[in-house]
């Protein structure tokens, strides 16, 4: 019955308007619906309407809106507002009530955020967006007995925080180990050279365990390069050292600002390996002054490609162009399965507004413990009590300037 009622759902988002939806103040809360937008959701609330009925859970959202992470943190936002806003229209009342806060990836303004969320009622934490102020944050929700999940915070020492806070994306030692299997079964090279941020728990986490698996696989890292958050304004060294070693194929596991540098550094020295990345290259065609053509034929590791034809993905990514003016990214696609999850949990599980959000958390624990889920970025995901998701990578590459799956 209830995945019945999901299904329902996604169907009718292809037929809301969304004209409405354009994008709130970061501080402001969205638990109404416009008029125009409950007026189009006919078709599918015949089915939907009325399947929960009880006060709206208040859901928080944090990430950085402004900064470096922009990009990353704006596409979460808007996916989490779309879903919500999809899900009360259909619901013909209120299901959530939601409110996002920019923290500019910071670790203490992330803190700052999640307390003034807290003071206005939060009951279940959508977010953070990046690792470092999610690890903070979850370290503060465990006091608390916050239900977390993020979309996009994937290191493993975010779950290993406490049994209250969950991923949707993957953890960073399976994108490790899925790189170098993908690169390996596809023989896309035998020497590899890896630029990585020392500094980062999450470029860190996933290079060490794409080093073990590399090794098993047969594939050679010539020469591992790293930076750090205090030194990376030049990445000039590391790219010619990976030249220098003869690296057939450059592994990225890091995120698209430092990529755009190296990607122009190795276009001036004449250097053409293979670019590989994981989710966090995911929003390089956006870097502000970033000539694009130079990501031609970049490959990476994402659970979501936005030209896929499959309906749920054309019906997302339609009513997201015409509610912001731009193709989503994997970063919009795992925040909206963040939102529609946590509806399946709730009609599952029968959690209210009334509840506290220590209620809420164990309540929801168990439900996602429980329960499969098919998303936009996976089909049949499942969680297990650390709060791992189980779902398959997808590999795309970038062609004629967008991103195409491979």
Do not use: R
Request: aromatic share 8%; proline share 3%; with cysteine.
């Amino acid at each position: 019955m209830n995945k019945k009622v999901i299904s329902a759902m996604l169907a009718a988002s292809m037929a809301v308007s969304l004209a409405a939806c354009g994008s709130t103040a970061t501080s402001e809360a969205t638990s109404a619906v416009s008029s125009e937008t409950s007026s189009t959701v006919a078709s599918g609330e015949s089915a939907a309407s009325g399947s929960y009925t009880g006060t709206p859970i208040k859901v928080g959202g944090i990430g950085p809106i402004t900064g470096a992470a922009a990009t990353y943190g704006n596409a979460v936002k808007n996916a989490e507002e779309l879903a919500v806003k999809e899900i009360n229209a259909a619901n013909g009342s209120d299901v959530f009530d939601w409110k996002f806060e920019d923290d500019e990836h910071d670790a203490e303004k992330s803190v700052n955020a999640y307390n003034s969320l807290k003071d206005w009622g939060m009951q279940v934490l959508a977010g953070p967006v990046t690792t470092t102020p999610t690890l903070a944050v979850a370290a503060e929700s465990v006091n608390d007995n916050m239900f977390v999940l993020t979309p996009s915070a994937s290191a493993q020492t975010v779950i290993e925080t406490g049994d209250n806070v969950f991923q949707i994306c993957f953890t960073d030692p399976n994108q490790g180990v899925a790189s170098a299997d993908y690169i390996a079964e596809n023989a896309l090279a035998t020497k590899i050279g890896v630029i990585y941020d020392s500094s980062d728990a999450y470029s860190s986490g996933i290079y060490a365990k794409f080093k073990t698996e590399a090794e098993t696989k047969g594939l050679e890292i010539v020469t591992a390069e790293a930076f750090t958050s205090d030194n990376k304004s030049d990445l000039s060294t590391q790219v010619a050292k990976c030249q220098e070693a003869g690296a057939e194929l450059v592994f990225l596991p890091i995120y698209y600002t430092e990529a755009s540098q190296i990607l122009t550094t190795a276009n001036k020295t004449g250097y053409e390996p293979i670019f590989f990345g994981c989710d966090g290259m995911d929003g390089i065609l956006d870097v502000e002054g970033f000539d694009t053509s130079l990501a031609e034929g970049l490959m990476l590791l994402t659970p979501f490609a936005a030209d896929a034809q499959d309906e749920k993905t054309q019906a997302f990514v339609s009513a997201y162009v015409a509610a912001y003016g731009e193709t989503p990214n994997q970063f919009a696609a795992d925040a909206y399965d963040v939102i529609y999850s946590m509806y399946q949990a709730v009609l599952e599980t029968g959690v209210t507004g009334d509840m506290d959000a220590s209620e809420i958390c164990e309540q929801l624990k168990t439900g996602y413990t429980s329960m499969t889920f098919d998303g936009l970025t996976g089909t049949g995901m499942t969680w297990d009590a650390s709060g791992a998701v189980s779902k398959d990578p997808k590999a795309v590459v970038i062609k004629d300037g967008a991103y195409a799956a491979m």
